[in-house]
């Protein structure tokens, strides 16, 4: 059974940072996209990050525009997580966020957009406020 456990959210002051964690079972890591999608009340789920499936050490990672230089992909085959370090966190980043699967991820690309995956986990909220 395929299931993806998203953790690490919490409440952090502008500015601030968090690394959100998503604990992934039930497949081989290294055959997968992985993706991170916050959703914000009364909006789309959005792609902000993904990296692409894996051979060993080596992959790709993506960003949205908006948070290019802001936000860290990563993942570790051997503990099958996938990580997002999100540094100078401002209240418009306030949102659930998501973690999903890919299955036709390449080794050498990744996607954003949300229709490409379809194993998701349940979210976890992250809140932007003094």
């Known amino acids: 059974q395929v299931q993806l456990v998203e953790s690490g959210g919490g409440l952090v002051q502008p500015g601030g940072s968090l690394r959100l964690s998503c604990s992934l079972s039930g497949f081989i890591l290294n055959n997968y996209g992985i993706g991170w999608f916050p959703q914000a009340p009364g909006k789309e789920r959005e792609g902000v990050s993904c990296v692409s499936s894996s051979d060993g050490n080596q992959y790709y990672g993506g960003h949205a525009d908006f948070v290019k230089g802001r936000f860290t992909i990563s993942r570790d085959n051997v503990k099958n997580m996938v990580y997002l370090k999100m540094n100078s966190l401002q209240p418009e980043d306030t949102a659930v966020y998501y973690c999903?699967?890919?299955?036709?991820?390449?080794?050498?690309?990744?996607?954003?957009?949300?229709?490409?995956?379809?194993?998701w986990g349940q979210g976890t909220q992250v809140t932007v406020s003094s």
């Open positions: 999903a699967a890919d299955p036709t991820a390449l080794r050498t690309s990744c996607r954003l957009p949300p229709a490409t995956y379809d194993y």
